[in-house]
């Protein structure tokens, strides 16, 4: 199992187009990609342009596997529109 914690910055005039865009990303990742255990977009309490999606996959391999899906490459140009600079993405192992 892995954790990935993806941040994102974004426009404040372009919040709720990401939202709404994050939410149709978040609905096609859960019905369809193998390995996905959690999919959900969070935001920050203090900022509110700041939002996180955050993941729980079955293996790396599924997330990878996401990545390469439609429904990703099909929104993640629309989502990096309203992004103010580069996201920050982590991926996280449970520790042993």
């Given at each position: 199992?892995?954790?990935?914690?993806?941040?994102?910055?974004?426009?404040?005039?372009?919040?709720?187009?990401?939202?709404?865009?994050?939410?149709?990303?978040?609905?096609?990742?859960?019905?369809?990609d193998?390995?996905?255990?959690s999919?959900?977009?969070?935001?920050?309490?203090?900022?509110?342009?700041?939002?996180?999606?955050?993941?729980?996959?079955?293996?790396?391999?599924?997330?990878?596997?996401?990545?390469?899906?439609?429904?990703?490459?099909?929104?993640?140009?629309?989502l990096?529109?309203?992004?103010?600079?580069?996201?920050?993405?982590?991926?996280?192992?449970?520790?042993?």
């Amino acid at each position: 199992m892995i954790k990935v914690v993806a941040k994102h910055f974004i426009k404040a005039e372009k919040l709720d187009e990401y939202i709404e865009l994050s939410k149709q990303l978040v609905e096609a990742t859960l019905k369809n990609d193998r390995g996905c255990v959690s999919y959900a977009l969070f935001q920050d309490m203090k900022d509110p342009c700041i939002v996180a999606m955050i993941e729980e996959w079955d293996s790396r391999e599924d997330a990878d596997e996401h990545l390469k899906s439609d429904h990703f490459l099909n929104l993640v140009g629309r989502l990096a529109e309203c992004s103010e600079k580069p996201s920050d993405i982590n991926y996280f192992a449970p520790v042993k």
